[in-house]
């Protein structure tokens, strides 16, 4: 792989021996994958930060690193943590592992990074431009910007988007390459898509279709941020979705060849194939709203639909802090709370110790909540439209 | 994959290794239930696999086990996937990729040169095969 002359630097030593070693780690990866050269990041995303997901040897590793110094290059966020900074106690996370998640938190800090901790970082002041290089590695945050915004981005792990973080600079190869971004399915939708949670049950089906394809979807109309967001989310957690194109709305659509790929057809059975499936629960004990992390947007429309009503169950609507701030601000959060829930902030149910908090069933509005809940926290879920789970709750 | 030298007695599974939820990183011991090697330690052994499997944090163990002193004293796969390629290097363990492993068995004694990629096998010390 073709290095400049700094990079040979690092890899010398010459910045010190963190760089050292996390620069080799690129020049691997990049080997690994064929790369030619690196290239310059504009922003980094780093996953594992949840003490629950990391443990002990993540947080030694972290604390190592910022012991020795280091310090990153570009500007990098975080995924989200275990529990709400400012909330936790008043929810109940356990005092141990709130110790150990500060801990992790303020490693960062020192090496750092933003601790914005969400896996919306478009929705919280990070919003790339199309034709960026990043190194980002919440897989449905790489999703939306390859796919959304048109920046680049491979599905980093956390050691090789920390890396990115420190040295600057990522390889050069997959979806970094204009001709590794051309579908190579034809997604065909037919009938009606209602709301976010149908384009993510709709998208957990395709990402178990496709795998590591790129679909080109036709047939869908009126698909917004909340609504790309929750398609890409579900298919890269069923499968290993890193970019899709939605006719007519995604920004590279336009530009690919979709003569002679392979079809599928899907409409409304699919959706209620994933709803059913996924669901293996019958009455939550808890609604977590916001997998991905909601938007402003998804905020106002929940607290419309408890306007002058009661949640009995406890009631989450998870979120990055920026968001949760604007809608302190503009009295939502106010609304939400008057009807019992809770904006929580920092953090989400899948990477949260619910399984120490008493949850048996949780109801989700996401596909990708939905997979990851049974396995990772140990409670049964319910996967089902917003409202449908609302009314559920509400008195 | 990673340069250093090491020679010690290898420790071989057949299957995909991984190290998240899968070894111990205070002990060294897999933990994998059903795993060819649970209850086995990989500490100061020649550490035989084909690939890595499983969540990144998998690197941070690795890194882990050598913090601890229970770390293998090298790696051997037929590919080092990203998962393994970061832990070794963040740990800085001597590993070898693209090695044929029928030849390895449990109980050689192995000398691993990654500088030069080579693994030989100095001593057969692992059971008859089928026995």
């Not at chain 1, 609604?287 to 991905?292: E, F, S, W």
């Not at chain 1, 920026?322 to 809608?327: H, L, Q, T």
């Not at chain 2, 963040?90 to 449990?106: K, M, R, W």
Request: aromatic share 6%; proline share 5%; glycine share 14%.
């Amino acid at each position: 792989m073709y290095l400049t002359r700094d990079q040979e630097r690092m890899l010398e030593g010459e910045e010190g021996e963190v760089v050292e070693r996390m620069f080799r780690l690129l020049v691997r990866l990049g080997e690994l994958y064929g790369a030619d050269r690196m290239i310059p990041v504009s922003s980094c995303q780093v996953s594992g930060v949840s003490y629950k997901s990391v443990g002990e040897p993540g947080l030694e590793f972290l604390e190592d690193l910022a012991g020795k110094g280091a310090r990153v290059k570009v500007r990098t966020t975080l995924n989200p943590a275990g529990l709400d900074r400012e909330g936790w106690r008043e929810m109940g996370f356990p005092e141990d592992f709130a110790e150990k998640q500060f801990r992790i938190l303020e490693a960062f800090r020192r090496l750092g990074a933003e601790l914005t901790a969400t896996c919306t970082p478009y929705l919280a002041g990070v919003v790339p431009s199309r034709g960026e290089h990043l190194a980002w590695s919440e897989s449905s945050a790489v999703s939306f910007s390859n796919s959304v915004l048109g920046a680049r981005t491979n599905r980093e792990g956390g050691p090789s988007a920390l890396a990115a973080a420190l040295c600057g600079v990522t390889p050069r190869y997959g979806l970094h390459l204009e001709e590794n971004r051309r579908p190579t399915l034809l997604v065909e939708v037919e009938g009606e898509l209602r709301g976010p949670s149908d384009f993510s049950a709709l998208g957990y089906w395709v990402g178990k279709e496709a795998g590591g394809e790129i679909p080109y979807f036709r047939g869908i109309r009126g698909a917004g941020t909340e609504e790309l967001k929750a398609l890409g989310a579900a298919m890269a957690a069923s499968g290993a979705v890193a970019l899709f194109h939605v006719e007519g709305i995604t920004p590279e659509a336009g530009e690919v060849e979709t003569e002679g790929l392979e079809r599928v057809r899907v409409g409304r059975r699919e959706v209620e194939d994933s709803y059913e499936s996924l669901t293996t629960g019958e009455e939550p004990d808890l609604v977590v709203l916001g997998c991905p992390h909601a938007s402003l947007g998804e905020l106002s429309r929940t607290a419309s639909l408890l306007r002058g009503r009661r949640v009995k169950k406890p009631l989450w609507i998870c979120t990055s802090r920026r968001v949760k701030e604007e809608a302190s601000l503009s009295g939502l959060r106010g609304e939400v709370e008057g009807a019992g829930g809770r904006i929580v902030a920092d953090t989400c149910a899948v990477v949260s110790p619910l399984e120490r908090m008493g949850f048996e069933t949780v109801g989700v509005d996401s596909a990708k909540a939905a997979h990851y809940l049974p396995g990772l926290c140990g409670v049964r879920v319910v996967f089902a439209p917003p409202e449908r789970l609302l009314e559920g709750i509400l008195g | 994959m990673n340069p250093g030298k090491a020679r010690g007695e290898a420790l071989v599974s057949r299957s995909p290794l991984s190290f998240y939820g899968g070894v111990d990183p205070k002990t060294g011991v897999v933990v994998e239930r059903g795993h060819e090697l649970q209850g086995k330690s990989v500490a100061g052994k020649i550490l035989v696999f084909p690939r890595g499997k499983g969540s990144t944090v998998g690197s941070y163990v690795i890194y882990a086990l050598k913090k601890n002193g229970v770390a293998p004293l090298a790696v051997v796969n037929e590919e080092t996937e990203p998962i393994v390629a970061a832990g070794v290097i963040l740990a800085d363990i001597p590993c070898v990729d693209g090695v044929d492993l029928s030849q390895l068995e449990t109980g050689d004694l192995v000398e691993v040169d990654a500088d030069r990629g080579r693994v030989e096998v100095l001593r057969k010390g692992g059971k008859p095969q089928g026995f």
